[in-house]
């Protein structure tokens, strides 16, 4: 995994991760959306562990969506989820990563 991909990831995690925060226009808007971003992050949690590296969580990206669908809509579908499910993902993907051991702002 190159920097340059890694940065490209990391890039498009906060970009998303704006854009989610754009999209909670109204209360229950935030709270369906971040009950995704945390079913996500739990995946995270069990799929990379807690200890990874900022290589691991890019590769891991690569194939988010296979697993992230079905997360999403067992753990908290909502109306109209599949619109968002790619900033869910960025979202959750930008937060998990400011725990690898090679992280920096």
Partial sequence: ????????????????????LEEAEDAHDRERLLAQVDAVTEELRRRVGSTFTLAELTRTYAGAESWSREIVSQRAGAPGWPRTLSLVEAAAFQLYSRGAVDYEP
């Fill in 1 to 20: 995994m190159s920097e340059v991909e890694i940065e490209s990831a990391r890039r498009e995690w906060e970009d998303g991760r704006l854009r989610l």
